[in-house]
């Protein structure tokens, strides 16, 4: 079965940026993607990636975040960049499209000042 773990999150203020880490036990055979899951709110999509490198954004985060892998690391990372207040959620990292029973424990992000 395979395991996420994401890293990286933290407490940052508007218009900073962080860098997100995801170790999976393997990720070459899947697309990847990023989710967010703020308070009250549903599970969302973020990014994703497929094993070739072709990358998709949800509208709210294009032009900020950008997704990447290094499969020999069997790492995803998302650069989050300019980060607003709305992006406050914790972060996880799955197969895109997720496997089931595979989520991790993510890592939450906090934008404020």
């Known amino acids: 079965q395979v395991q996420f773990v994401e890293s990286g999150g933290g407490l940052v203020q508007p218009g900073g940026s962080l860098r997100l880490s995801c170790a999976a036990s393997r990720t070459s055979i899947y697309a990847m993607g990023w989710y967010r899951q703020a308070p009250g709110k549903q599970r969302e999509l973020v990014a994703r990636?497929?094993?070739?490198?072709?990358?998709n954004y949800a509208d709210s985060v294009k032009g900020r975040f950008t997704i990447s892998r290094d499969n020999a690391k069997n790492t995803v990372y998302l650069q989050m960049n300019n980060l607003k207040p709305e992006d406050t959620a914790v972060y996880y990292c799955n197969a895109y499209p997720t496997i089931i029973g595979t989520w991790g424990q993510g890592t939450q992000v906090t934008v404020s000042s």
């Open positions: 990636i497929t094993s070739g490198g072709s990358t």
